[in-house]
């Protein structure tokens, strides 16, 4: 399944040779793919507002940017347009599965599937995103050029990251089922061909300060030191606007307590990166099964993750939608499984756990399968 996804290419050659590194382009990655959506579909996700959204075109050189949620007179507009629809993995089980054939690159890297129509012609502009992605072709063809081009000067003021100067190196006209791997920064401009639908399996990662700020924001939210400021024997100031040398030094004194180890670390990015995101929202049941019920039911159908859930981990705790799960031994191997399969046959529901998915359950944050 993966050698054809990547060509042959086992994903060890693929992680080695090209993620990060170069382009690769995939004839028939998906065998026989019609897409997960069909357009009315999609469009229809284009008008909900608990689904992210945004439609590009191009109106006398002007790039035009709209946000949805979208009223389907939006579609009756002429002309070549764009709409993207992200986070469809959220919506549609379809979807969600067409991501996890990513698997081979770890969850903690993943970000969404992006779907995108465009009528004949329509395409965002020449750009590059900050993101690895695999783009797969749905219905339809469309036509990439791209290049590795180091000036990456944008155009100032535009809604997207437009390049001034695209200097295209290949070119390609995609199909139904073929696959393009661009790394990070990678300029390129998708141009469709009739009408054509893409799917984007996005890679995002956060800037250095994003990490760093979100970092001091979960320390601040887990310090607790103890003491306070004082000054037994304090010598009376020159001038009594001046922040004296004493008060500086205990002051830093109290800030280097201030410490983390890569435990701390740990806690952090577990909690960082299996936090929803915040259009994300969860929906528990309305009229949630008594737990004896769902013991029983667990117990013949097994137990599988709300489609919106994150479950990560990092040695003996786990991480459910930003909160930390301690597991007791007997316990973590299921809950690996659960976590890399997002479901457990019934026969791996370990019995301890049943508690915790019954809290899960009525949380919204899984159910039976
Ligand atoms: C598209 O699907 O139209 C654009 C995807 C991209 O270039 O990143
Ligand atoms: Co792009």
Known sequence: MISTLLGGLSADEFLREYWQRKPLLVRGALKDFK???????????????????????????????ERGPFSSRAWRQKGPWTVLVSGTNLVSDEADAL??????????????????????????????????????????????????????????????????DFRPSREWVVEPGDLLYLPPQYAHDGVAIGECMTYSVGFRTATNQELAEAFLGYLQENLSLKGRYADPG???????????????????????????????????????????????????????????????????????????????????RFFLN???????????????????????????????????FYDWYCSGFGAPA
């Not at 689904?51 to 590009?56: C, G, H, K, L």
């Not at 990513?102 to 900050?130: E, K, W």
């Not at 201030?258 to 909690?271: C, D, E, H, P």
């Open 234 to 316: 304090l010598k009376r100031p020159k001038n009594s606007a001046e922040i004296s040398n004493e008060m500086i030094e205990q002051v830093a004194a109290t800030l280097a307590r201030i410490s983390w180890n890569k435990q701390t670390v740990a806690n952090f990015l577990g909690a960082y990166l299996s936090e929803p995101k915040p259009h994300v929202f969860f929906e528990p049941p309305e009229l949630p099964m008594s737990e004896r019920k769902f013991a029983t039911t667990v117990g013949q159908r097994g137990f599988r993750l709300d489609i919106k859930t994150q479950l990560l981990y990092r040695g003996n």
């Open 99 to 164: 991501l996890r054939q990513f698997d081979f690159i770890p969850q903690a890297r993943l970000d969404d599937l992006m779907v995108s129509y465009a009528t004949d012609c329509g395409g965002v502009g020449p750009h590059f995103d900050n993101y690895d992605v695999f783009l797969i072709q749905g219905i339809g063809q469309r036509r990439w050029r791209i290049g590795a081009q180091r000036d990456l000067t944008v155009i100032e003021g535009a809604p997207l990251r437009l390049l001034k």
């Open 35 to 65: 897409g997960v959506f069909s357009k009315p579909e999609l469009l229809e996700l284009a008008t909900r507002d608990d689904v992210e959204s945004r439609r590009v075109w191009n109106t006398d050189g002007q790039w035009q940017l």
């Open 322 to 356: 930003g909160e930390p799960f301690d597991a007791e031994p007997a316990q973590r191997a299921a809950l690996k499984l659960l976590a890399r399969d997002r479901k457990l046959s019934a026969n791996a529901v370990n019995p301890t756990l049943l508690c915790a």
